[in-house]
């Protein structure tokens, strides 16, 4: 170890998600939009003052292989990002498996709060033997990163942080590594064939990296939020996933706009792609375990009893019911995770599965298969990882605790 000045990672973080938050506001002029959408409906719920929400976002990236993933991790351990948590896409037809990379202590997402959902790619779920061989050569070829960033992260694992003076180097590697390309690297006929597989085959393995395909501004208020973007014509999708309106909000409610259809150059003919939406969400209390199960089995009968003809209000309050809407309640029965001291909600800082499968499915446009796929692993996804996932309950009944100190 040297003598340098090493940065906070909480410092780097938020210096980061700002410049890709600039770098995508560029990219995606809509996501500007969007942001001043929030920020006004903020404002008219009473946020304005709220320090933490104004720079609060997730982003969302999908890699091709388990050393990209690695390098994905490394780069995100820099900025004192951990994984937390996995997610299974392959019952929803979406041939990736997830796990999102945050801050863990409730000081430090309250500081800069950036997240990233991580999806990595099951090429195994390619049928086509002959396609699946292709595009894992592909893969392979494929090289994310640059000599450059490979030494900052070495210096930044071997000093036990990021030097100060490699910040603004640091910063811009990462954003070269998220930006768009508007040219893939295959012909126009190959593109076809993986995105005739699943659009999302197509989208991981045909462009030079993991382009940043959306960042979500959080609202306080995403009914008003919805409504405003559709007044500005944006065509939010119709249903808000994950809990109904209530009084008190649990775990996270979502939307998006269709992603948007690209002028991109194949190696020989120009075409399009889409791959990259806008999105808002509204976070709400943690579950426990026994709420977590409560809200799944909610989500079940919503299912029946919306195939079985009833209107969506009319099915969420019979599906809902069993979830109490008062904090009171939920604090005594055990159903929501509260800091044990100050009697305060924990908020809910993850995603959840049957939510990111919709964002998904409707930002991938109708050839999406719907059909369930062979489930993955954790276990896989750790391997691929080179470590462990965090379990976000865990993470949850520690905090609510007052134990705090994870590294
Ligand atoms: C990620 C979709 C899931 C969320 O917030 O749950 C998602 C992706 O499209 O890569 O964004
Ligand atoms: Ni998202």
Not at 107 to 117: G, H, M, N, Q
Request: proline residues 5%; charged residues 25%; glycine residues 8%.
């Amino acid at each position: 170890m040297s003598d340098a000045v090493l940065l906070d990672p909480v410092l780097l973080r938020d210096r980061f998600s700002q410049a890709l938050s600039a770098m995508y506001r560029q990219e995606v002029p809509l996501y500007g939009d969007l942001l001043r959408i929030v920020a006004d409906t903020n404002r008219a719920a009473g946020g304005a003052d709220d320090q933490r929400l104004g720079s609060e976002r997730h982003g969302a990236i999908r890699v091709g292989t388990a050393a990209e993933l690695r390098l994905i991790a490394r780069l995100f351990a820099v900025m004192g990002m951990r994984p937390v948590g996995y997610y299974d896409l392959a019952s929803a037809g979406v041939p990736v498996h997830s796990t999102a990379f945050r801050p863990v202590r409730i000081a430090d997402l309250d500081r800069s709060p950036f997240r990233v959902f991580t999806s990595l790619l099951r090429p195994e779920l390619i049928a086509d033997a002959a396609l699946r061989e292709e595009a894992l050569a592909i893969l392979a070829a494929r090289r994310l990163g640059s000599d450059r960033l490979d030494a900052l992260l070495a210096r930044a694992e071997a000093e036990g942080g990021l030097p100060a003076e490699d910040a603004p180097a640091l910063i811009a590697e990462a954003l070269s590594l998220f930006r768009w390309h508007d040219s893939a690297t295959v012909s126009a006929a190959l593109y076809a064939r993986l995105r005739a597989a699943h659009p999302l085959v197509a989208d991981v393995v045909c462009f030079r990296g993991p382009h940043i395909n959306h960042l979500t501004p959080r609202t306080l208020d995403i009914d008003a939020a919805q409504a405003a973007m559709r007044a500005a014509g944006m065509n939010p999708k119709a249903v808000i996933e994950g809990p109904p309106r209530r009084k008190a909000p649990i775990l996270l409610r979502q939307t998006s706009f269709q992603a948007l259809s690209e002028t991109v150059r194949f190696s020989d003919a120009p075409g399009t792609h889409t791959a990259r939406f806008g999105e808002i969400e509204q976070r709400g209390t943690a579950l426990t375990p026994a709420g977590r199960a409560l809200y799944d089995a909610a989500l079940d009968r919503l299912q029946a009893e919306r195939a079985a003809g009833r209107s969506r209000d009319e099915a969420e309050a019979i599906s809902f019911a069993a979830l109490p809407d008062d904090p009171d309640a939920l604090r005594e029965t055990g159903l929501a995770f509260f800091d044990r001291r100050t009697g305060l909600p924990l908020l809910y800082e993850d995603f959840l599965p049957v939510s990111a499968a919709g964002i998904f499915r409707s930002n991938l446009g109708s050839e999406a298969g719907e059909n369930g796929l062979e489930a993955g692993t954790r276990a896989a996804l750790e391997d691929a990882i080179g470590t462990r996932l965090l379990d976000e309950m865990a993470l949850y009944a520690a905090q609510a605790d007052g134990r705090d100190d994870f590294s």
